[in-house]
Structures are given as C-alpha cells and as structure tokens.
C-alpha cells in the first residue's frame, strides 16, 4: 500500500486528535501518504478530503473533539452510497482505511471489507461498548468527567439532604456509569445489563434512609428510563427533595487523560503495523494490556463485551 485515508465517525470521544495523529505520523515514518476525511463516512460520500502531513496534527494530542470532524450518516447503510464513497477512495489512488469510531462505525468499515475496500477499524467512544477491546479512546478522559460531576453533586445534595439522580452516557452499556458510580460513592446504581424496578430503588432508598442516609446519589445510564419523571416518582415516595440531573454532552469534551492519549497514540501507530503486514478488516483492541488485532466481521457478529457484574456487587458492599 502507498496511500491511506483516515476518518473519525459516530460520537466524538476525547483522544480520537490523538488516534489520527498516531494514524499520520506513523504512516509518514513509513513512507506513505495520508487523506484526512471530513465528517466520517458523508464526507466520504461527498468527497471531501485532503493529504495530511505531519504539521497537520501537530498541537493535536491534547485536543478534545476531533478536528477532521464527525457525523451520524445513516444513508451509509444503502450500498450505492458505499459505491460512491469506494468510487471516491479509488480516484483518490487510497489503497486502505482506517475508521475510529464505535460499534456502529464499525459496521461501516465491515461493509466497506466485505465491498473490497480494506478497512482498519479503532474503537473511539466514550460508551467503552466496543467487542474485542478492554477499553477504547476517550473511555477514561469520560469516566474522569463524570465523577468529577458526581463529587460535585454530592456537595450540593448533602448541604441539603437531598436525592440526586445522575444520568450517564453510554447508550446500552452500563460500564461508565458503573465505574463512575463506584469512583463517585454513589448509593445506587442503575444499569441497562440488569432488569430495573423503581419500587424496588425506591425501597432501596427508603431502607437507607432508615439507616440515617441523610442524602443519596442514584447513578442510571442513560435510555434506562425518563430520569425525571423518576425524581418525581422518588420525591413523592420518599418525601426527600429529588432532583436529576443529565450530563449530556458534557460527558464527550474536554482534553483526553494521559491513558487515553497513550492508548489512541499505540492503536494509531498498530493500525499502520497491521497495514504493512498486508491485515485487512481487522479492528485492533488493548486486551490484558496487550495491543490485539481481530476480524471486524467477527468482533461485530459474535464477541460479546465481558460485564463486570462482580464489581456491582461489590458497590452494594459499600452502600
Ligand atoms: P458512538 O456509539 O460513540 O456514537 P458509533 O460509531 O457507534 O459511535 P453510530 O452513529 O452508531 O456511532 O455509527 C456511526 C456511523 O457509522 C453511522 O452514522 C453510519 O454512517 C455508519 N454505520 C452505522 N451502522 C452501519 C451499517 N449497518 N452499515 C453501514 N454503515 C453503518
């Protein structure tokens, strides 16, 4: 191969600057040539690309956001919209692709493989719900802003003894919020991975009050259920003030921790290693502190993400 492309899709994550920087400079070490994609796979559609160079990336590493840009393009899914966008590459002499994204992304690059076009896949996302990888890009910078947020809901609720609820990211997968729960000294914990009653959080709450519990911080991942009508449900049960309070997008800013700049800079440069080995659809993760690479279409059709349920049962050691 002589030239990539490189792009960013799906929700930005802090450390995917990082990832193309590791992406260019280790493709440039290696004598080939790297497009920037604007916008994930529309601007692959649109055609809208440039060669990078090492200065493009420089004073990136730090930054949060991704400044290829990013986007939700659905129409990715119909396959003369991948025509096009294959049409594109081509033109452009691109022999191969590297995406960071999430699970979704990486469906795009899985059609892509299975089209003809190579694809390396780099799991970007805060939701850390991405197969065959411990933990992906931005997953740490996230989990840091959210129990910065919960410490200080907890100053707040417990000057006035009362019920926060905190909604966190990761759309069905409850591990931000676990870890960021357990960081945070959260009360109860609500996660998509188990079956959710209100009456039985509700009595939950109502046995710590008795207990003295003079305030409570329940953490819920987010699609869980209306976090607001819940405060209500809980105030009117409780008769303790309740309020809830959803992150929201403050969750995906912000310049990336340490870890999540070492781990995009590693993955960005394996994606080039993998390449030069003449690996194809492949998606790379960090498992037991080891970077690995595995089929794309594998890691999508059967890896499941291990859940550590154990360490739920360790937080209610703590309640
Ligand atoms: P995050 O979960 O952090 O938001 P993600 O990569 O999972 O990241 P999605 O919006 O699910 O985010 O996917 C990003 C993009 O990938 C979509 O907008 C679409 O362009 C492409 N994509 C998703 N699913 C498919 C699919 N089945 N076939 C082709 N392309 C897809």
Not at 184 to 204: A, N, T
């Amino acid at each position: 191969i002589k030239k990539i492309g490189v792009l960013t899709s799906g929700g930005d994550a802090p450390g995917m600057n990082a990832a193309i920087r590791g992406v260019v400079r280790a493709a440039l070490t290696e004598g080939l040539e790297v497009f920037g994609i604007h916008d994930g796979y529309l601007g692959l559609y649109e055609d809208r690309m440039e060669k990078l160079d090492r200065y493009s990336v420089s004073d990136m590493i730090n930054r949060g956001g991704t400044f290829l840009g990013s986007a939700r393009f659905p129409e990715f899914r119909d396959e003369n919209v991948r025509a096009k966008a294959i049409e594109n590459l081509k033109k452009h002499g691109i022999d191969a692709l590297v995406v960071i994204g999430g699970d979704g992304s990486y469906m795009g690059a899985k059609r892509l493989t299975e089209e003809g076009f190579p694809c390396i896949g780099l799991p970007g996302t805060i939701d850390n719900d991405v197969a065959g990888t411990d933990y992906t890009i931005g997953y740490f910078t996230a989990l840091e802003t959210v129990v910065e947020a919960i410490d200080r809901l907890r100053d707040t609720s417990s000057s006035h003894q009362r019920i926060s609820i905190v909604e966190v990211m990761g759309r069905y997968c409850g591990e931000l919020t676990l870890s960021a729960a357990i960081a945070g000294g959260c009360e109860f914990i609500v996660l998509p991975e188990i079956e959710f009653s209100r009456d039985d959080l509700v009595e939950e709450i109502k046995a710590g009050i008795a207990k003295g519990k003079k305030h409570a911080i329940v953490a819920i991942t987010e699609h869980v259920c209306d976090v607001d009508e819940l405060a209500r449900y809980i105030e009117q049960e409780t008769c303790r003030e309740t309020r809830a309070t959803v992150l929201g997008h403050i969750q995906r800013g912000g310049s990336p921790v340490a870890y999540d700049r070492i781990l995009a800079s590693r993955m960005g440069a394996y994606s080039i290693e993998l390449l030069l080995q003449g690996y194809g659809g492949r998606c790379v993760g960090i498992q037991n502190e080891k970077l690995v690479h595995h089929d794309i279409i594998d890691a999508i059709e059967n890896m499941k993400r291990t859940f550590h349920l154990d360490w739920l049962e360790t937080a209610k050691k703590l309640y």
